[in-house]
């Protein structure tokens, strides 16, 4: 029956869990690497001194903090492709997962570097410091322990958000579940499970937020 919930189902599909899980988290650790390291370079660009820079940045911030992930994927999986380049679910989900949260990054790092002192950039150039190793030495490790808390929310997103490779045949948790699903018609059991592998990732991430939170705002006072 539909409604009925069998434990039995974890045990019996394991492998297939198991398999998903493990691609889940290879999945949304690259894509947390990718998309930290194009945010903080995204964020540089859109407080550049150089304008070509910094209509990019925002250009690239702006358009794709307002279309669906769905799309950004199907970029990476429909279009890329259509060019001589074929990319897998795997790969295409990763790639659209990590530029769709670069943005969000970018913005919330931007914040941060707003947030420093103008005057240290100032004190910085006048040493003889490049604008490049102003932002790298000075500005970013400050800006970027400001606005940890919002970025670790954003890792948090990049988690759930993954179940998007299931879409694009991704072989992550939600692509095994829906396998599983229409080999046991047991939706609640299956999406059950699969909900309690996701709570194993985000909970961790969530009690980690919160501690950086108490602990930056102890260390204010």
Known sequence: MPGKFDIHVLFNHWDRFAEGFIHTIEASVLALIGSFVLGVIIAVMRISPIRALNVIGTVYVEFIRNIPLLLVVFFFFLGIPSLGLPLDGFTSGTLGLMVYTASFIAEAIRAGIQSVPAGQTEAARAT?????????????????????????????N?????????????????????????????????????????????????FAVHYMERRFRSADR
């Open 128 to 156: 003889g410091l490049s604008y490049i190793q102003t932002m790298l030495h000075i500005v970013l490790p400050q800006a970027i322990k400001i606005v940890l808390p919002a970025i670790g929310n954003q890792f948090i």
């Open 158 to 206: 990049l988690v759930k958000n993954s179940s998007i490779l299931a879409v694009v045949t991704g072989m992550d948790l939600m692509y095994y579940a829906d396998l599983i699903n229409s080999d046991t018609f047991l939706p609640l059991t299956v999406y059950t499970i699969v909900a309690v592998f996701y709570l194993v990732l985000t909970l961790p991430l969530s």
